[in-house]
Nanobody, 123 residues
Framework: QVQLVESGGGLVQPGGSLRLSCAAS????????MGWFRQAPGKEREFVAA???????DFAESQKGRFTISRDNAKNTVYLQMNSLRPEDTAVYYC?????????????????WGQGTQVTVSS
C-alpha cells in the first residue's frame, strides 16, 4: 500500500509563493511518475504538473512559468514550488502517483492520491 502525504499549504497573499511537499511511502517511488492536481470549490479536479522518474516535467498552461515541480528520490518526496500566486490558484492541492509509468495529465491514470493540502491566495 502506498501512502502520499502532502504538506506546505496555507494562506498567502497574491504574488506570494508556497512550496508544497508530498512524501511517499514505499520502496519504488523513484520508478513512478508523480503528479499534482488541484480542486477548487464547485470545480472538477484539474491537472497542475507532473514529473517523470528521470525528471522530465509537464505543466498545465496556466502554471507554466510560475510553478516548478521537482523530486528527491532519496527522500521519496515530490515538490511543487508555486510563485506569483493568484487568487484563482486557491484550491485543495493533491499529489498522486501515475500507474502509467509516465507523466500524464489524465486523472484516471493516477492510482494513489494524497489527502490534499489547502492553498488559499487572498489579501
Amino acid at each position: 500500500q502506498v501512502q502520499l502525504v502532502e504538506s506546505g499549504g496555507g494562506l498567502v497573499q497574491p504574488g506570494g509563493s508556497l512550496r508544497l511537499s508530498c512524501a511517499a511511502s514505499g520502496r519504488t517511488f523513484s520508478s513512478y511518475a508523480m503528479g499534482w492536481f488541484r480542486q477548487a470549490p464547485g470545480k472538477e479536479r484539474e491537472f497542475v504538473a507532473a514529473i517523470t522518474p528521470s525528471g522530465n516535467t509537464d505543466f498545465a498552461e496556466s502554471q507554466k512559468g510560475r510553478f516548478t515541480i521537482s523530486r528527491d528520490n532519496a527522500k521519496n518526496t515530490v515538490y511543487l514550488q508555486m510563485n506569483s500566486l493568484r487568487p484563482e490558484d486557491t484550491a485543495v492541492y493533491y499529489c498522486a502517483r501515475s500507474r502509467a509509468g509516465y507523466a500524464t495529465r489524465i486523472r484516471s491514470t493516477y492510482d494513489y492520491w494524497g489527502q490534499g493540502t489547502q492553498v488559499t491566495v487572498s489579501s
